[in-house]
């Protein structure tokens, strides 16, 4: 991964148990270029790094906004940014990647589940800058849940604001019936990401989707494969208890790995030849289908043998 030091310049409260940062480049120059959709890995001390949307202005070079969900029975990393992650403090931040890429299209749909909103913020601004038509449906468990309201208010009407606790839940099914052509975004909760993808499916109208956790992928038993390098010529025996990047990291072999969990993808790679069991959370049924990339931290090979661009 190659990172850089980012200083936090400021910090707020976004919505209960969300807390925002700007961040600006350590050294005073300007910050590398993203899209909306983007997201980045910070450092999290001795719980390694996690992934964050980058949710500020893609225009800004001057600062970025990530948000932050601290969730104290977590694994660690949210909870020692709410601790140390404060203004003047110095983090260590990856270049921005984006799996996550927003389609040129005349109108959307955008759907976000409580921190899921992150991603959609600078998504809903591009929209709205290219004069697309575009509605957002932005559900939590109440109002003080719901993040970033006062600048989701000057989009009017676009905003649909739905506090689970006085409206219910998302109506998901009206909302993908009524979509027509519009690409549809969402991110958000597990189950908000099931149900959209289910109403995409019955109704015919492709959905894009973030995961900020990995989705339940069915798999077949693991079993032990080989993985040819084309670039180097080497080969390695990867075991069924072990993952493709445990292995190559083992042998000294340079690769780039994050999550460890399939949903970032930054171990992405190309696939020469074989045949591939993708368990990742990132890529599409198009792309799985061609089968020439997947995710070193959690795919496998369904072939004896899988040669690898590397």
């Known amino acids: 991964m190659t990172e850089f030091g980012v200083r936090v310049q400021t910090r707020r409260d976004e919505a209960e148990g969300v807390f925002g940062l700007?961040?600006?480049?350590?050294?005073?120059?300007?910050?590398?270029?993203?899209?909306?959709?983007?997201?980045?890995?910070?450092?999290?001390?001795p719980y390694g790094v996690r992934q964050y949307s980058l949710c500020g202005d893609p225009a800004d070079a001057r600062r970025w906004r990530v948000a932050i969900l601290r969730d104290p029975a977590g694994r660690g990393g949210s909870e020692h940014l709410f601790r140390t992650a404060l203004p003047g403090s110095e983090l260590r931040v990856s270049l921005p990647r984006n799996n996550f890429e927003l389609v040129d299209r005349p109108s959307y749909v955008f759907l976000a589940g409580g921190i899921g909103i992150t991603p959609l913020l600078p998504m809903a601004?591009?929209?709205?800058?290219?004069?697309?038509?575009?509605?957002?449906?932005?559900?939590?468990?109440?109002?003080?849940?719901?993040?970033?309201?006062?600048?989701?208010?000057?989009?009017?009407?676009?905003?649909?604001?739905?506090?689970?606790?006085?409206?219910?839940?998302?109506?998901?099914?009206?909302i993908i019936g009524e979509a027509g052509?519009?690409?549809?975004?969402?991110?958000?909760?597990?189950?908000?990401?099931?149900?959209?993808?289910?109403?995409?499916?019955?109704?015919?109208?492709?959905?894009?989707?973030?995961?900020?956790?990995?989705?339940?992928?069915?798999?077949?038993?693991?079993?032990?494969?080989?993985?040819?390098?084309?670039?180097?010529?080497?080969?390695?025996?990867v075991g069924a208890e072990q993952s493709?990047?445990?292995?190559?990291?083992?042998?000294?072999?340079?690769?780039?790995?994050?999550?460890?969990?399939?949903?970032?993808?930054?171990?992405?790679?190309?696939?020469?030849?074989?045949?591939?069991?993708?368990?990742?959370?990132?890529?599409?049924?198009?792309?799985?289908?061609?089968?020439?990339t997947m995710m070193l931290c959690v795919s496998r090979a369904c072939s004896e043998v899988l040669v690898l661009d590397l």
């Open 22 to 45: 700007e961040l600006a480049n350590a050294d005073g120059t300007p910050l590398p270029a993203w899209s909306p959709g983007a997201h980045i890995d910070i450092g999290v001390g």
């Open 125 to 174: 601004a591009a929209a709205a800058a290219a004069g697309a038509q575009w509605t957002l449906y932005y559900g939590a468990r109440s109002r003080a849940h719901l993040a970033f309201t006062a600048e989701l208010a000057r989009h009017g009407g676009r905003v649909v604001l739905v506090p689970q606790d006085e409206d219910g839940l998302l109506p998901i099914e009206r």
């Open 181 to 237: 052509a519009a690409a549809v975004y969402c991110c958000g909760p597990e189950p908000l990401l099931t149900a959209v993808e289910n109403a995409g499916l019955a109704s015919g109208v492709p959905v894009h989707l973030e995961r900020f956790a990995p989705k339940v992928v069915a798999h077949t038993e693991n079993q032990r494969f080989e993985v040819q390098l084309a670039q180097s010529g080497n080969s390695f025996r």
């Open 244 to 292: 493709i990047a445990d292995v190559l990291e083992a042998a000294g072999v340079p690769i780039v790995t994050s999550c460890r969990e399939g949903t970032c993808g930054s171990c992405e790679t190309p696939v020469l030849s074989g045949a591939v069991e993708h368990r990742d959370s990132v890529l599409t049924e198009a792309e799985r289908e061609r089968g020439d």
